[in-house]
C-alpha cells in the first residue's frame, strides 16, 4: 500500500484542507480533523481511477517542501491509498469460530453481508492507522 504525504492547512473560520504535492489536482476538505483521513483517502483513490499516480516521495522531500507552510501552521498527513478497483474477488480467511459467530451477529445488525461488514471494517482499521 502506498502512502502520500498531504499538507494539511486551517484557517480560522474554515474547513480543514488537505493538498497533495505529489498529485498536484488531488485535494480535499473535512470541517472536522476525524473526518480529513477518509476524505483525502477518498479523493487519492478518485485520482488514481483517472490517472496513473507518480510514486509517493519520502516524507523528508515533503518536509523540505513544506517548511514554510509548517512554520505558519500547517501539518503533514500520511495518506494511505486504498484503489477502488470496482471488481470483487473471492478470498478465504479464517479465524475462531465464536469471533465469526459475533462477525455474523454484527453485520446481520446493520443489514450487511459478512463480507460488506469485514471490507468496512478493514477500511476503518486503515483510516484510523495510516
Given at each position: 500500500m502506498s502512502i502520500y504525504y498531504g499538507i494539511v492547512h486551517k484557517d480560522t473560520d474554515s474547513a480543514y484542507g488537505i493538498h497533495f504535492p505529489d498529485v498536484p489536482l488531488c485535494f480535499s476538505a473535512a470541517d472536522e480533523l476525524e473526518d480529513l483521513l477518509p476524505n483525502a483517502m477518498e479523493a487519492l483513490a478518485i485520482s488514481a481511477e483517472y490517472e496513473a499516480l507518480p510514486e509517493p516521495s519520502k516524507i523528508e522531500s515533503i518536509r523540505d517542501l513544506a517548511e514554510?507552510?509548517?512554520?505558519?501552521?500547517?501539518?503533514?498527513?500520511?495518506?494511505?491509498?486504498?484503489?477502488?478497483?470496482?471488481?470483487?474477488?473471492?478470498?478465504?480467511?479464517?479465524?475462531?469460530?465464536?469471533?465469526?459467530e459475533s462477525l455474523d451477529d454484527a453485520a446481520k445488525q446493520r443489514k450487511l453481508t459478512r463480507s460488506a461488514f469485514i471490507a468496512q471494517a478493514v477500511r476503518k482499521e486503515i483510516e484510523q492507522r495510516p
Open positions: 514554510e507552510d509548517i512554520s505558519e501552521g500547517a501539518f503533514i498527513l500520511a495518506v494511505p491509498l486504498v484503489s477502488i478497483l470496482g471488481r470483487t474477488v473471492r478470498a478465504n480467511v479464517t479465524m475462531d469460530a465464536g469471533l465469526l
